[in-house]
Antibody, heavy 119, light 110 residues
Framework: EVQLQESGPGLVKPSQSLSLTCSVT????????WGWIRKFPGNKMEWMGY???????SYNPSLKSRISITRDTSKNQFFLQLNSVTTEDTATYYC?????????????WGQGVMVTVSS | DIVLTQSPVLAVSLGQRATISCRAS??????????MHWYQQKPGQQPKLLIY???NLASGIPARFSGSGSGTDFTLTIDPVQADDIAAYYC?????????FGSGTKLEIK
């Protein structure tokens, strides 16, 4: 069974970088696409970006200057780094598998990690 | 970006039909493929895929969930509603990047 698990600090100071890890079991990240989605207080959800089976990336333009998604295929993990965070980045962060054409959906999700940006 | 609009709350009685709508600011269909999906999220849990490409039931999802629609207007139907269906329901489009989500509809029991 495909399982994803996010990990990382729950508290980040403003202007610092947010770094999260998604550990995947039951499926290789060298297949399909792997993304990050966040849910803000108040329930708005935002797709942040993904990394493909080949290592190429696609980001939400609203974050493009601050976001980086990378991977370690030997550990079957992928990572989110978000720079220069503000309180507006306080959210629950999810990693998920994205199935490209002809399916186009997010099917497996991690449980989510809540990150608070505060001094 | 494609904006998806959902009503914030829907109250229905147990055993009745719930119809949740999602309207897109522009078409999310390519030819005959409708790139709209539905997720269920219960408090403290991750989103769960219910319906993909507008009308296809995801694996393990009960047949009382169904989806329909094309172009800009889509509907998720739950019939009959059970107590376990109390959750928030989100539509999501993958027609173009950035992928976007609706603001969610919270299903409540009357």
């Amino acid at each position: 069974e495909v399982q994803l698990q996010e990990s990382g600090p729950g508290l980040v100071k403003p202007s610092q970088s947010l770094s999260l890890t998604c550990s995947v079991t039951g499926y290789s990240i060298t297949s399909n696409y792997w993304g990050w989605i966040r849910k803000f207080p108040g329930n708005k959800m935002e797709w942040m970006g993904y990394i493909s089976y080949s290592g190429s990336t696609s980001y939400n333009p609203s974050l493009k200057s601050r976001i980086s998604i990378t991977r370690d295929t030997s550990k079957n993990q992928f990572f989110l780094q978000l720079n220069s965070v503000t309180t507006e980045d306080t959210a629950t962060y999810y990693c998920a598998r994205y199935m490209p054409r002809p399916l186009y959906y997010f099917d497996y999700w991690g449980q989510g990690v809540m990150v608070t940006v505060s001094s | 970006d494609i904006v998806l609009t959902q009503s914030p709350v829907l109250a229905v009685s147990l055993g009745q039909r719930a119809t949740i709508s999602c309207r897109a600011s522009q078409s999310v269909s390519i030819s005959s493929i409708n790139l709209m999906h539905w997720y269920q999220q219960k408090p403290g849990q991750q989103p769960k895929l219910l319906i993909y490409r507008a009308s296809n039931l995801a694996s393990g999802i009960p047949a009382r969930f169904s989806g329909s629609g094309s172009g800009t207007d889509f509907t998720l139907t739950i019939d009959p509603v059970q107590a376990d269906d109390i959750a928030a329901y989100y539509c999501q489009q993958s027609r173009e990047s950035p992928f976007t989500f609706g603001s969610g509809t919270k299903l409540e029991i009357k």
